[in-house]
C-alpha cells in the first residue's frame, strides 16, 4: 500500500491545519494507518493512529489538539490539527501499521513518501 500525505502549511501558533492521507492503490478500510512526524535533527515519531475497528491513539503530547478519522469510501484518513504550538513543526508522514509484540504500533512499509512540511510560527 502506498499513501501521500499532503496538506501541510505555514501557520502561527494556535492555528489549525487538516493533513490528508491517501491511498492509490487499495483500499485502507481493512488497514490500520498512522501519522507519523520528524523535525530537524529527531527521530520520527508515531503522532495519532487509526485501526481499522475504530480505535484511536495518539501521542501524549497532541492528545486533545489533533483528531484522527478516516473517510473509507474516499480511501483517505485525516489528520485534523488545532491549537498548534511551534513544537509541531515537522514533516508529516503516513503509514500503515502492524502490532507488535508489546503491543506497540509499527510502521510497516519501509516506503514514506515525501510527507507534507508543516510549519508553526510563535
Known amino acids: 500500500v502506498q499513501l501521500q500525505a499532503s496538506g501541510g502549511g505555514l501557520v502561527q501558533t494556535g492555528g489549525s491545519l487538516r493533513l490528508s492521507c491517501v491511498s492509490s492503490?487499495?483500499?485502507?478500510?481493512?488497514?490500520?494507518i498512522g501519522w507519523f512526524r520528524q523535525a530537524p535533527g529527531k527521530e520520527r515519531e508515531l503522532v495519532a493512529a487509526?485501526?481499522?475497528?475504530?480505535?484511536?491513539d495518539y501521542k501524549r503530547s497532541v492528545k486533545g489538539r489533533f483528531t484522527i478519522s478516516r473517510d473509507n469510501a474516499k480511501n483517505t484518513v485525516y489528520l485534523e490539527m488545532d491549537s498548534l504550538e511551534p513544537d509541531d513543526t515537522a514533516a508529516y508522514y503516513c503509514n500503515t501499521l502492524r502490532v507488535g509484540w508489546g503491543g506497540n504500533w509499527i510502521p510497516v512499509s519501509d516506503y514514506w513518501g515525501q510527507g507534507t512540511q508543516v510549519t508553526v510560527s510563535s
Open positions: 492503490l487499495s483500499t485502507i478500510s481493512s488497514a490500520d
Open positions: 487509526s485501526g481499522s475497528g475504530g480505535n484511536t
